[in-house]
């Protein structure tokens, strides 16, 4: 080949190349606009358009430099509205689901505004998600959403508070009273810790009562005990008594009867039947009567008469 020949060939070939990289960056150009079109109609179309978009970016090398900045700087905000959309939607799990490849743009693109408020937005959806398990009584999942909520937002009492009650209806008491102190320990004074205690104070009540039922005084006792160092309630004082007594825990006994008959303030037979026993257990005679005397009416006005006349030979 001689060199007017090879010198034409040279030509052509600079000439392809040109035509070639001039082509690509319209179509770079073309697929970024695209992209933009499809942002309020196709969310996941304009994320592919970009990345798109990106490639062919690429391939132009520096010339392209700014187009493919643009497109990066779409794509993280781009999954964050698809978190946004499936929340909107009150589709909590979908959200949650939607933060992953949102989070993961995010580092890939160098964004954290966007992954500060995709990390900030999960532990509200979590909380969303553990409330819609909650209602549909899905307790086991419900716990697993509020302690994912907790560990993305830790302190928060809202969140506390609904895994308190998660494990309230679960009888799951140890990690309840661990949930209760936890609260307690962030911020004593808050009104869902006092209505905390009177939640969990009432679900050892109905604890202790079906274990006094089912003869399991010792287990009554505790958790009577439990109940009534949250709130005093004449019943759970009551029920207390009525175990100890069982129990032969004379002292515990008295002390419990006699708060129940200080907070009665209807008819206080039943009470002083059992603080009549109490005593009586105990040794102090004289107070046993006196007890006695006061049962006037109810089911146990005739074992108090029998008490005071046969036994212990009142005066």
Do not use: H
């Not at 080949?1 to 040109?18: P, Q």
């Amino acid at each position: 080949m001689n060199f007017v020949k090879r010198s034409l060939l040279t030509l052509a070939v600079a000439a392809i190349s040109w035509v070639a990289s001039a082509q690509t960056m319209d179509d770079a150009g073309a697929s970024f606009n695209n992209a933009v079109k499809l942002i309020d109609t196709d969310l996941n179309g304009a994320i592919e358009g970009f990345k798109s978009t990106i490639s062919i970016c690429e391939k132009v090398g520096t010339d392209a430099d700014e187009l493919k900045k643009q497109s990066m700087a779409q794509i993280p905000g781009l999954y964050y509205r698809l978190v946004l959309k499936a929340n909107d939607e009150k589709n909590f799990q979908g959200a949650i689901d939607a933060c992953t490849p949102a989070l993961e743009a995010s580092k890939t693109y160098n964004d954290e505004t966007t992954a500060a408020s995709v990390e900030k937005l999960l532990p509200q959806l979590y909380l969303a998600l553990g409330l819609d398990q909650f209602k549909a009584k899905d307790y086991a999942n419900a716990e697993i959403s509020f302690t994912k909520s907790l560990e993305k937002d830790p302190g928060n009492i809202k969140t506390m508070d609904f895994l308190l009650k998660v494990y309230g209806v679960t009888e799951n008491f140890e990690k309840m009273g661990e949930t209760l102190q936890a609260m307690t320990a962030v911020d004593s004074t808050n009104e869902l810790v006092t209505k905390g205690k009177e939640f969990v104070a009432k679900r050892y009540y109905i604890a202790g009562a079906k274990a006094l039922k089912g003869k399991d005084n010792a287990g009554a006792a505790e958790f009577l005990t439990k109940s009534v160092a949250l709130s005093e309630d004449v019943k759970a004082f009551n029920y207390l008594g009525i175990a100890c007594n069982n129990l032969k825990r004379w002292d515990e006994a008295i002390d419990a009867l006699n708060k129940a008959i200080a907070l009665e303030t209807k008819d206080k037979s039943e009470l002083y039947f059992q603080l009549g026993t109490a005593l009586q257990g105990k040794g102090d005679n004289a107070g046993a009567c006196d007890a006695f005397k006061k049962v006037t009416t109810g089911p146990n006005v005739k074992g108090a008469e029998y008490q005071i006349k046969q036994v212990l030979k009142c005066q």
